[in-house]
């Protein structure tokens, strides 16, 4: 019997799923965009801050929930400067490792939460005026003239 994730995890994790074709292509860039909700009812303290998490899942056995690997964090502000707006993180190595072995490709775990453990980052929107704001994983290849866009 396999494991259904909990709505709180599937909100936080996303999955790319490649073409065939890009195997055969040299990646050159692979950046992940998240955008992070804007804070407004925290306290105005000087230097509230959070972390920006993001795990690579890796898978462990059949039937059992992947194990989670940090790959990324940031530390940002819980204030206009920080929340509000679009973070991205470089995942060429990822991408690359995904790629080379895409049974290891389980997707991404992004915890980011704000002082009430509301979660921060938009992964999977929670309306339909978050839909522009969904995740995304931009990979420019030798295949393609510009940014390929995978939510």
Known sequence: MQRQASPALRQQTCRFAFQTDIVH?????????????????????????TWV???????????RPPERHLVHRRRIYLDDRDTG?????SFLAQVRRWI?????NQ????????SRGEPLAVIQPDSDEEQPY???LCIIHSGNNGCHRKS
């Open 25 to 49: 292509n040299d990646i050159v860039s692979a950046t992940f965009g998240i955008y992070i909700r804007r804070v407004t009812h925290v306290a105005q303290r000087p230097y509230m801050a």
């Open 53 to 63: 998490l993001i795990y690579a899942l890796w898978p462990v056995a059949p039937g």
């Open 85 to 89: 707006r679009w973070h991205h993180f």
């Open 100 to 104: 080379a072995n895409p049974h290891s």
């Open 107 to 114: 997707g991404l775990f992004v915890q980011a939460t704000d």
């Open 134 to 136: 969904v995740s995304n």
